[in-house]
């Protein structure tokens, strides 16, 4: 099983849709809590949906499973929280939430996206290796 992600800050439409397509993803799953009032204007959800499947031919979906929190977010992002204690409210609401037992057709092959360039401190390289964790055969590739 292969899991892609993908962060669209920084990032042009053209780059962002061309490595996703490059990459062979068969969907783009949205695991942003909130994805209608992001800053790009091209990661809207409804611009998404569309982008993805004229440019990548490709199924757009959003799993709110995979996102965590408004509380957690600001904490972290608004008060300046660290990446640490986030991280670690995020395990155990994955773990409180069981995702492992998300249907693995529904993520084989996606991309996950997230706003964040880099998936060093961004949760959707904790959803994917908690699931290779749980699974144990998930390959990740990060876009």
């Not at 800053?39 to 959003?62: S, T, V």
């Not at 990446?83 to 995020?90: L, V």
């Not at 994955?94 to 991309?111: K, S, V, W, Y």
Request: hydrophobic content about 40%; charged content about 35%.
């Amino acid at each position: 099983m292969k899991v892609f992600t993908i962060g669209f800050t920084k990032s042009t439409a053209e780059r962002f849709f061309e490595r996703i397509k490059a990459a062979g993803a068969k969907k783009l799953v949205d695991v942003r809590l909130n994805n209608v009032s992001q800053l790009a204007g091209f990661a809207k959800r409804d611009d998404l949906r569309y982008f993805a499947k004229q440019i990548c031919n490709i199924p757009y979906q959003h799993e709110t499973r995979l996102a965590p929190t408004q509380e957690m977010l600001d904490e972290y992002k608004k008060d300046g929280g660290a990446w640490e204690a986030y991280e670690k409210r995020f395990l155990d609401l994955m773990a409180q939430r069981q995702i492992e037992e998300i249907e693995r057709d529904a993520l084989d092959g996606g991309c996950l996206l997230c706003s964040e360039d880099k998936p060093h401190h961004c949760h959707r390289r904790l959803v994917v290796e908690y699931l290779r964790r749980m699974w144990g055969d998930v390959e990740i590739v990060h876009l």
